[in-house]
T-cell receptor
Framework: DTGVSQNPRHKITKRGQNVTFRCDPI?????LYWYRQTLGQGPEFLTY????????KSRLLSDRFSAERPKGSFSTLEIQRTEQGDSAMYLC???????????FGEGSWLTVV | GESVGLHLPTLSVQEGDNSIINCAYS??????FIWYKQESGKGPQFIID?????DKRQGQRVTVLLNKTVKHLSLQIAATQPGDSAVYFC??????????????FGKGTHLIIQP
């Protein structure tokens, strides 16, 4: 049973460096979502794709953040010039277009030092 | 402010007892609700969902109740086990046909199972 896969699971980076996370959704899921979660809080929506089209972006997604899903399958989330405030767990999720249930991956932890 | 919230940050119950986790939402346009379980260091795990045209739905050891009149959602876990210890989130989705912007989560309730 292949769920949503994310890598790397953990990343420690120095402030100012760029980082990229990858997400492989559940096979045949058209929609792919990125969320961010900090300690003690619920996940916060960042952006989502339907196939290769990025349809929605949250105000949380600053200009330093960019997400792509070039072939409508896997997605990448890049953070440029990382700041300490970017330290969080970045969650990827996927769903079918006609299904509301959104399934999450295990997340990618980012620590900016 | 948040459109979805939980009443208690922590709930402690004895192993074998039933537990009830509550959630209040403020957006009457929400038409779909999900409960997730999140263990430490892991991503949220889907437990059960309910649509706004229902008021109760049962799964294995779990029941979700929806009261649209007072905009209240609850998750009942029967005969709690040590493995039920986790943070539980309710989430709402306003979009029809899948949700235009994903889910809105509350802050979560940490369920602690006492031996």
């Amino acid at each position: 049973d292949t769920g949503v896969s994310q890598n790397p699971r953990h990343k420690i980076t120095k402030r100012g460096q760029n980082v990229t996370f990858r997400c492989d959704p559940i096979s045949e899921h058209n929609r792919l979502y990125w969320y961010r979660q900090t300690l003690g809080q619920g996940p916060e929506f960042l952006t989502y794709f339907q196939n290769e089209a990025q349809l929605e972006k949250s105000r949380l997604l600053s200009d330093r953040f960019s997400a792509e899903r070039p072939k409508g399958s896997f997605s990448t989330l890049e953070i440029q010039r990382t700041e300490q405030g970017d330290s969080a767990m970045y969650l990827c999720a996927s769903s079918l277009v006609l299904g509301n249930t959104i399934y999450f991956g295990e997340g990618s932890w980012l620590t900016v030092v | 402010g948040e459109s979805v919230g939980l009443h208690l940050p922590t709930l402690s119950v004895q192993e074998g007892d039933n537990s009830i986790i509550n959630c209040a939402y403020s957006n009457s346009a929400s038409d779909y609700f999900i409960w997730y379980k999140q263990e430490s260091g892991k991503g949220p795990q889907f437990i059960i969902d309910i649509r706004s045209n229902m008021d109760k739905r049962q799964g294995q050891r779990v029941t979700v109740l929806l009261n649209k009149t007072v905009k209240h959602l609850s998750l009942q876990i029967a005969a709690t086990q040590p493995g039920d210890s986790a943070v539980y989130f309710c989430a709402e989705n306003m979009g029809s046909g899948g949700g235009a912007d994903g889910l809105t989560f509350g802050k979560g309730t940490h369920l602690i199972i006492q031996p």
